[in-house]
């Protein structure tokens, strides 16, 4: 099983490798940004995930780590089978590519929003708790109205709180049941939720962290295959989105092409 996983974990890191430096230095839109950040995290993730395998015999407690590891992939994994969702739910509105490519632009800027408000909180917090100046909070927002305009409203430059255009958020558990109105991905998004609600132990402290951590190996390291398997899935989904909004590139077309060939592959083989 370890060396299934491995194979995998080296399927995800040389692929993203090669997406990763295709489209360094080159000047990306909304949904390219998106999928290269989530594609990057895969291609991190993976490293560290290989190496914390190849050592858990000698050191089982290194699983811990792999579990806050793995949390924050099957997160990433329920979002990337969202942008699936939203294809198949245009195709069967029979909506037009126009439709289509607004629609995952809108959900790609949702999700890279994620968290502005809450760090635009945190500014005011450092000010009312003098560790920072006005001038410097200012300055901070400034700087976000100019640089972040795919993100907020229009800025004028004086110093107010910036605006994000998209308040949506997303939690997990509507990620979920995003994917669980489609009949084609209802079985789908509720075993990635099960891995992902099961991970999220090991990052919230509580009651089932216990149970969890003294769970048998073995029986971890099934829960940890399946996981692995989606971010197979994930890498496919994400080079399928850059495809669509990459016309006739030949490199992400092969790459693709590749990509659908190795997850057939093990679709095939369970």
Do not use: W
Request: aromatic share 10%.
């Amino acid at each position: 099983m370890r060396d299934i996983m491995t194979k995998h974990l080296m399927f995800i890191h040389q692929t993203s490798s090669s997406t990763l430096s295709y489209y360094h230095g080159k000047e990306l839109d909304d949904v390219q940004k998106f999928c290269l950040g989530l594609i990057d995290r895969l291609n991190l993730s993976s490293t560290s995930i290989s190496l914390l395998l190849s050592h858990l015999d000698e050191e089982p407690k290194h699983e811990y780590s792999l579990g806050i590891i793995m949390r924050s992939c099957l997160l990433d994994s329920l979002i990337s089978m969202n942008v699936y969702e939203i294809t198949l739910d245009s195709k069967e509105k029979n909506e037009s590519r126009e439709v289509l490519d607004s629609r995952i632009a809108d959900f790609c800027k949702t999700i890279l929003s994620d968290g502005l408000h809450k760090a635009f909180d945190h500014f005011e917090d450092l000010k009312n708790s003098n560790l920072i100046k006005e001038e410097v909070l200012s300055s901070i927002y400034n700087d976000f109205g100019t640089k972040e305009e795919m993100l907020l409203e229009p800025h004028s430059g004086d110093g107010s709180k910036p605006k994000p255009k998209f308040k949506k958020v997303y939690s997990p558990r509507q990620l979920y049941t995003n994917l669980r109105k489609n009949k084609e991905l209802k079985l789908i998004g509720a075993a990635l939720y099960d891995s992902y609600a099961y991970f999220s132990k090991y990052d919230h402290f509580g009651y089932f962290y216990f149970q969890f951590r003294l769970e048998d190996l073995d029986k971890k390291l099934i829960i940890y295959s399946k996981a692995i398997q989606n971010s197979v899935a994930s890498m496919n989904l994400l080079l399928n989105v850059l495809s669509n909004f990459s016309p006739n590139d030949e490199l992400i077309t092969k790459l693709c092409y590749a990509s659908d060939n190795y997850l057939n592959d093990i679709v095939n083989k369970k």
